[in-house]
């Protein structure tokens, strides 16, 4: 039987995506505006371009695994979240939430933050949604710009790690849509790169060159991003940088370091720049290229971001290597 739910998620059908997901997260399906499912499906543009699928040419499952299996360094996410948990929410909306490793990695952080609020989790790839279905995480897949949540259901939205994918021209109608599934008071969180900082240079010159799928995206202006809040609604609005360096551990100097390339080459999908020979001498050999690229000027850095690739002894046999990069994060309040 094909019914509506079929289309969220095709490959699962409508019997397991209403049993997976909507029976086990009753919560979800009660965010989910019943009326708006068929007007939903006729004007629905899931075929957006995306990178994260899992065929020959796309990264999703090399970005996946290794995202999970190398979580990000966890102060600089303890950061994202607390900008996005300033006004304690219940009921948090991940837009463009892959697989759902922020859900998961808030999850494992109720010790030092408290428990974590509800993350649902929305992406437009089915691939990446499949993933969060199947690691039993509330998810449901739809355009950014375009949801089926209830207006007014979430106390908090965001758009982390990989908002330049939405294209320029869709952003405005992201940020309103956030707008509309915001209950009153709710906070808009968006973080990602400024445009022309050695980071945005990464994705446009490397993983543009480097990876198979290319990387042909805009990235953001800090003040720009202030300004296009404020233009969809938003009051309240700021910005902030926030350290989002790659701190990856190794029991010696180089192992920590070619330990680090090897981890940022995989979840970039580098697949052209890959040595034949998976050894720390081979993985070190790209640290040229690197060093070009996860480096931050000085006056940002204000010391307390490093200023390009380090490696500093933490304890017998623990050396960490930091690979510096800076991310832009706005905020403003519905
Ligand atoms: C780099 S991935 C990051 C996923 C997730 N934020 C994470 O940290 O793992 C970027 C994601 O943005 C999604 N995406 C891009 N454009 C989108 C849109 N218009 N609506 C929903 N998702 C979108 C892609 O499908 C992809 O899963």
């Known amino acids: 039987m094909q019914t509506p ?31 708006m499912i068929t007007p939903w499906l006729q004007r629905r543009n899931l075929d957006l371009p995306n990178e994260f699928g899992s065929h020959d040419v796309e990264r999703g499952d090399l970005y996946r695994k290794e995202r999970e299996s190398f979580p990000m360094s966890r102060p600089n996410i303890q950061k994202l979240v607390e900008v996005i948990e300033t006004d304690n929410p219940k009921i948090v909306y991940d837009l463009i939430g892959g697989n759902g490793h922020l859900a998961t990695i808030r999850q494992s952080m109720s010790e030092q933050l408290g428990d974590s609020p509800l993350f649902i989790t929305s992406d437009a790839e089915h691939s990446q949604i499949m993933s969060a279905v199947q690691k039993q995480l509330p998810a449901i897949r739809q355009p950014a710009q375009d949801t089926i949540f209830l207006s007014g259901s979430a106390d908090a939205v965001f758009f982390a790690y990989g908002t330049h994918h939405i294209p320029v021209v869709d952003r405005p109608g992201c940020w309103r849509e956030a707008h509309r599934i915001l ?69 010696t100097k180089d192992l920590a370091l070619a330990d680090g390339i090897k981890h940022i080459c995989t979840l970039f999908g580098l697949v052209k720049l890959m040595p034949e020979v998976d050894s720390t001498a081979s993985w070190l050999k790209v640290l040229d290229l690197l060093s070009d690229y996860f480096v931050i000027p000085s006056a940002m850095s204000a010391n307390t971001i490093a200023s390009e690739i380090k490696v500093t002894q ?21």
């Not at 938003?234 to 926030?242: E, G, L, P």
């Not at 290597?321 to 309040?333: E, W």
């Open 183 to 251: 209950k009153k008071g709710g906070r808009v969180v968006v973080q990602d790169f400024e445009n022309e900082s050695s980071t945005a240079k990464w994705y446009s010159e490397v993983i543009h060159k480097w990876s198979l799928s290319g990387h042909d995206y805009d990235h953001f202006n800090q003040s720009e991003m202030v300004t296009d809040l404020s233009q969809c609604g938003f009051v309240d609005v700021s910005s902030c940088q926030i350290d989002d360096s790659f701190v990856v551990r190794g029991k």
């Open 5 to 35: 739910f079929s289309f969220l998620e095709p490959s699962l059908g409508t019997e397991l995506y209403l049993s997976r997901v909507l029976n086990e997260h009753a919560q979800l399906s009660k965010l989910i505006d019943m009326e």
């Open 314 to 334: 933490v304890s017998d046999e623990v050396f960490e290597a930091i690979f510096p990069r800076v991310s832009i994060v706005a905020t403003g309040v519905k």
